[in-house]
């Protein structure tokens, strides 16, 4: 019998200083089976850091095809690929071509993942990296409750996450180019 996805409720009150985004975000988001605390943490962090009101979550590890978020135009366009984790640069480079946009939120390895792609991608003019530190990710992903609830603000590129646990600051590290 195969695993059923986990549904998570958020609700999440984004002040993005750096953007001039003030939103309060509620929508429900599923967890695949294979999928860890840390990658889902990270989706939602990728979420807040490219918020806009079309941004919407794909099927990412249920289907190859699809990122863990993308944005599209009312014409179908594809205008943002969001990728999460440690992809190669034939992922990178295959992204790159089906969307105007491409960023991508590392975490993991990223140090030894850093040296072995991105010399490979980095002529590629629509990928952004970031790297997030390991730790802070790892502090901010223990024991996610199902109804997550967030305050986040991004104040000159710092993310400040307040909730049941306290207060967190994580930095994401530009590795390719900077966030739009």
């Known amino acids: 019998m195969a ?27 599923a967890r695949h089976p294979s999928e860890t605390e840390e990658r889902m943490t990270a989706r939602l962090l990728a979420y807040v850091l ?21 944005e599209k135009s009312l014409d179908g366009r594809l205008l943002h690929w969001i990728e999460v984790g440690l992809p190669d640069a034939e992922r990178i480079t295959w992204c790159s071509r089906r969307a105007e946009r491409v960023s991508l939120l590392a975490y993991g390895r990223v ?26 990710l790892a502090t901010i992903a223990k024991d996610l409750p199902r109804a997550i609830n ?3 603000m991004i104040s000159e590129g710092s993310l400040f996450i307040t909730d049941e646990n306290g207060q ?12 739009e």
Do not use: C, M
């Open 3 to 29: 695993l059923s996805a986990t549904p998570y409720k958020v609700d999440i009150n984004l002040t993005d200083l750096d953007r001039g985004v003030y939103e309060t975000l509620r929508f429900t988001v």
């Open 50 to 70: 490219w918020y806009s009101e079309t941004l919407a979550f794909g099927r990412g590890l249920s289907d190859v095809d699809e990122p863990a978020l993308w």
């Open 111 to 136: 140090d030894q993942w850093e040296s072995k792609v991105l010399p490979s991608v980095a002529s590629l003019k629509n990928v952004h990296v970031a790297g997030l530190p390991q730790e802070a």
């Open 150 to 152: 967030w305050a986040v």
């Open 168 to 179: 967190h600051e994580i930095t994401p590290q530009w590795l390719l180019r900077d966030r």
